[in-house]
């Protein structure tokens, strides 16, 4: 009975410090891709009315009769759902394979990909429009301007570059609260400032830029959107 009682005790006290230090020991990638496979279900529930229609309204003023839009970190496929209902030819691409399926199923008029946005497999000037609702804040600080530098490059003249970030100041493993379960996914913030500087460095010209505040119990941050052009080639 008392080592019954001491195991238990052990577990109790011991076990999160053993989950939290397998956590910090996995990459930010596989930590952050790890949650979203665990809750794709539960999270697309979540998402599916929060879908930024202003900002998708705005993009497609942006854009021109039957042009291709990536999809950048597409989640479930909420809103290229929304694009292709509007006669837009979307790509989606996630490092998630169970969002990648329920895309699949939700926005049958889109393409997905099952990509990593930091080995982005697409040819020069493929693209008149790239759209990243929230996914670029999962990678290091020190990752972002080659990731944007690809999508530069991948951008039509021209093009249409949508982001948005966590608002705030460095970066950190966080506990995503808003499921059961020790769900872990790196997220980067950002300042206005510190972001148009970044693209402006890209050669990305700034077009809007807009500090969102948290308008559903869902959001846990203030947002950073962005709208930007491709310029001159780097």
């Known amino acids: 009975t008392i080592a019954l009682y001491l195991l238990v005790k052990f577990i109790h006290n011991y076990v999160p410090y053993f989950k939290f230090f397998r956590i910090m020991n996995m990459t930010y990638n596989d930590t952050t891709k790890a949650s979203y496979e665990a809750t ?3 999270y697309t529930q979540n998402v599916q009315d929060l879908a930024p229609l202003e900002s998708i309204g705005k993009m497609k003023k942006h854009l021109s009769q039957h042009a291709k839009l990536l999809d950048l970190g597409c989640g479930s496929g909420r809103d290229a759902k929304i694009f292709t209902e509007m ?9 998630c394979t169970h969002l990648i399926e329920i895309a699949t199923r939700k926005a049958p008029f889109a393409k997905f990909q099952l990509m990593d946005f930091e080995a982005l497999s697409f040819t020069d000037c493929s693209f008149d429009g790239v759209w990243a609702a929230m996914s670029l804040g999962h990678i290091p600080k020190k990752n972002l301007p080659v990731v944007l530098k ?3 490059s991948i951008l039509k003249e021209q093009g249409i570059f949508y982001l948005t970030f966590c608002k705030g100041s460095g970066e ?3 506990r995503d609260a808003r499921y059961e379960g020790n769900f872990v996914k790196f997220q980067a913030f950002y300042e206005v400032e510190e972001l148009q500087k970044i693209l402006l460095d890209l050669n990305f010209k700034i077009l809007e830029s807009a500090i969102v505040e948290r308008k559903y119990a869902y959001q846990t941050h203030p947002a950073i959107r962005i709208f930007c052009q491709k310029g001159g080639n780097l």
């Open 40 to 42: 794709a279900e539960e």
């Open 172 to 174: 950190t493993f966080e």
């Open 87 to 95: 006669g837009v030819g979307v790509i989606g691409i996630d490092f």
């Open 150 to 152: 690809n999508i530069h």
